[in-house]
């Protein structure tokens, strides 16, 4: 059932918000980072009137996040980025408890994700917090008459950010785009340990298949393909790595990792995780000699790594196994598909745990706020937020994870400033 209320919403059934909002204070019980971001913007209120529309997975982690903006004076439209990751419950509780414009239900269409896209720019924004650029895109392309309304605009994501700097190198990023995903608290920690480990869950959901023993090939050796990489080792496969990066490869080589090309790593992967940011990694010739039974899916922002159209046009035939869980038969073999292609760990579980994405939602709330308090005053194009609110954000999670460190003393500070000392 898909439920219009006004037309300030879109969701799928607004009776599921008991369920949302338990599930929303848990994922906020563990965001303390952004919880103390929440209280002093309850406060100081540096949004606002601050009209903000966000593209974001519509997550309980996302729930917390929006809330905080709220608590900030802002105006929060919330839509979802990818057709597949919305949470149903979350989305109702956002409405139904809180207030806030929703736009998303899980399993929409393209074309109703791309008119929730339209209707996030129709909010009149001046800020936008965008997941994949899809957002900002449309509003360079079909909406260029709401540019007069916008501060800037925040990216959650590594393919997002691909997409704006393409957009300033073609001179048409007019405003500031803080590069959230750049932020040593954010990709170090959410891009390696969320999608690593919910990555696993995604698949471990989809399939239950037992990974112990499994030839387990992860396509990408950057910071996600590392944390997917680990987890997989972690649970006993072997894993085998494919790049396109020599520095990459040598580092996943002595990461103790098997390194071959997709040509070869087809031939014996059980199961393929595609994280690359690229299109059609795993292509025809690779289909043709992967094993039966293989299972392959994809953690990367779009749903092009993997080529299914090819795979639809090889296929003589297609059916669900289980939720999230599509068999392909090709001449005689079956090969399974996750979650439509579609980010995995999105699509089939809950996407990262709550305690990795507080550091990567208080880069977000602080983005908007930094973004607020310099309006006019920062440069066009892709930036990062400055490291002093890093590693505040760092030392913030810190102490909430009750960890100490130590201090320079004046004499290291001194050693560290100076050239004469030596052998
Ligand atoms: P990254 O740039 O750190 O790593 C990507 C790696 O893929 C690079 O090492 C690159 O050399 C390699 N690569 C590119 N083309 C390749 C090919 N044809 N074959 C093999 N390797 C290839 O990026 P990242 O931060 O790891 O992000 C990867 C993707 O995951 C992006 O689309 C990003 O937006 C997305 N992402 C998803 C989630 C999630 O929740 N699932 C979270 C964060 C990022
Ligand atoms: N991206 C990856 N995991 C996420 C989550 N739990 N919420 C929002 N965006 C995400």
Redesign the pocket.
Known sequence: MTQMTASKNEIKDISLAGTGENRINW?KSQMLVLNSIMNRFSKEKPLNKIKISAC???????AV?ALTLQAGGADCLLIA?NPL?TQDDVAAALVKNHNVSVFAIKGESTDTYRKHVSIALNHEPNVIID?GSDVVATLLKDKKDLLKNIIGTTE??TTGLVRLRAMQKDGVLTFPSIAVNDSQTKHMF?NRY??GQ?TLDGIIRATNVLIAGKVLVVAGYGWCGKGAAKRAQGLGARVVVTEIDPIKAIEATMDGFQVLPMSEACKIGDIFITVTGNKSVIDKQHFEQMKDGAIVCNSGHFDLEINLDVLSKMSQGKRTIRPFLEEYKVSGKNIFILAEGR?V??GAA?????L??DM??ANQALAVEYLVKNKGKLKAGVQILPSEIDKEIASLKLKTLGINIDKLTPEQIHYMNSWQEGT
């Open positions: 994922a974001c997975h519509v997550t309980t982690e996302t996040l980025s990751s997941d959650e994501t959410d969320g999608t919910s980010l760990n999105l809950e996407g990262h745990p709550a990795v994405m990567s939602f």
